[in-house]
């Protein structure tokens, strides 16, 4: 495999507040169980030099929801599932099994303005393209906080719905 060159620094969560009025945003407590969600072998046949197997495996994850400060579908106590994109893709590693070829992969980094304690977690959740029959419906977080930042968000919350009303 070969190494990490692309690092992309994420922004502050006050600067992200602008995409999470379509997402829901929750506290949850997990992740309580992991489950096999994709496997994918590609045959020694296929591989590019003919000698060896590749296998794709892809995860998902259960949380509790423990909290709703904003949602259309879910409440309290619901159990969602929770796919996190891997740094290589399914078309990573098969165009590497075909044809040999494998590029570093884009890494997103952001450190919480609001620390991660525990397994209690502020997250801003949306459904996500992937899914099986098992799975049918699938969140993935594209932002994670510390539960202290439950004032903050609310007080984004709170000035977005009044510019709307």
Known sequence: MSQVTHVEYE???SEMMEGAYNSDILIVEGPIENKEFQHIVFPKETHFEKKTKSEYIDHVSAYKVLEVLQSTSLKPG???WV?????YTLEDIKKAHEQGLLESPSVRVRTPDFPIEGNRILVFAM????RTKEFPSVYSFWL?????AKKEVKKHLKKWWQFWR
């Open 11 to 13: 922004k502050p969560i």
């Open 78 to 80: 619901d159990t969602i």
């Open 83 to 87: 796919w996190k994109e891997p740094a």
């Open 127 to 130: 459904k996500a393209e992937v």
């Open 144 to 148: 994670e906080e510390g539960i202290a």
